[in-house]
């Protein structure tokens, strides 16, 4: 083995041992267990898709000990839950921002779906900015491994070869492929699931439907289609805003809306509560709106 191999293994094995300890087992599927890491002496934050349950739930340490845990809330939509153990007996995780990170740098991605910890290695893949699920949560950066799904890896942490935890891996927000949430998502995440028990979104009480918007209309607006209003909830806030049947939503806070991914993405907790203007057409006619984002109740 070259020198430089041989390095480059003990860096590796270091790293298992040094983010080992903070990399737990989470006893809350009916099969194989998924893996946590600990975000504090006594919370674990991990991935929510493989809570099947939320009730008798378990969390397996690294030198064997099982604490019972509580489900304190999770946000499907960022793929994040957050468990208490029943004693702060955790090793909390060193975390970094993975801001210097480059595509094509070597990751591990960290497990304990059994006893001990397991390890993969990849790399960075694709790296992105901000990226909006498919359920309308937020993640701080885009970043994708090159590692293939993996029972029990989901929730466990993505680490650098220096031993730094820049995530937490899940298989659960985009099919086929491993993505790191980041540490500012988990941060955003988990204080409001701690002060509130969960995320709060925007919610207008609307169905939309993307449809074309006529020549005169494209041509006044620059814009090629809009949101149709295909149901308005009784007592939501688009029915209190004035939001009809067959109304085309064309922007809201200044924003375009041409499909309803984009409406939902302006629908983010930063907008709850606020007044929003609202550009709609109806009849032909243009007209505005103030729209107050509620939540989902």
Not at 40 to 52: F, I, K, R, Y
Not at 65 to 82: E, F, K, M, S
Not at 103 to 114: I, N, S
Not at 199 to 225: C, D, E, H, T
């Amino acid at each position: 083995m070259s020198t430089i191999a041989a390095q480059l293994s003990d860096s590796l094995a270091s790293v298992v041992e040094t983010v080992g300890p903070s990399v737990v087992r989470i006893e809350g599927g009916r099969s194989i267990p998924s893996s946590g890491i600990a975000w504090s002496q006594d919370h674990v934050v991990t991935a929510s898709h493989p809570l099947e349950r939320e009730e008798e739930l378990q969390v397996g340490l690294s030198d064997g000990t099982v604490l019972d845990a509580t489900l304190v809330g999770r946000d499907p939509a960022t793929d994040l839950a957050v468990l208490k153990v029943s004693e702060p007996r955790l090793t909390p995780a060193r975390f970094a921002d993975a801001g210097s990170l480059k595509v094509g740098h070597l990751l591990l991605a960290l497990a304990r779906p059994g006893k001990s910890t397991r390890a993969l290695l990849g790399m960075a893949s694709a790296i992105g900015a901000d990226w909006r699920t498919h359920g309308g949560g937020k993640l701080d950066q885009y970043l994708q491994l090159d590692i293939g799904r993996q029972p029990g890896f989901s929730g466990g942490a993505i680490a650098t070869v220096g031993g730094e935890v820049i995530g937490l891996g899940t298989a659960g927000l985009s099919r086929g492929t491993v993505l790191a949430i980041p540490r500012a998502t988990l941060q955003r995440v988990v204080d409001a699931i701690l002060s509130h028990g969960n995320i709060r979104r925007g919610f207008l009480g609307v169905g939309v439907f993307p449809v074309r918007l006529p020549a005169s209309v494209q041509q006044q607006l620059s814009q090629g289609s809009g949101a149709l209003v295909i149901s308005v909830q009784p007592g939501s806030a688009a029915e209190q805003g004035g939001l009809l049947l067959g109304d085309v939503l064309l922007s809201l806070d200044g924003k375009p809306v041409t499909q309803p991914s984009e409406l939902v993405s302006l629908l983010d907790e930063d907008r709850v509560g606020k007044a929003l203007g609202a550009q709609i057409l109806r009849g032909g006619v243009l007209q505005q709106l103030q729209l107050t984002v509620g939540t989902r109740s």
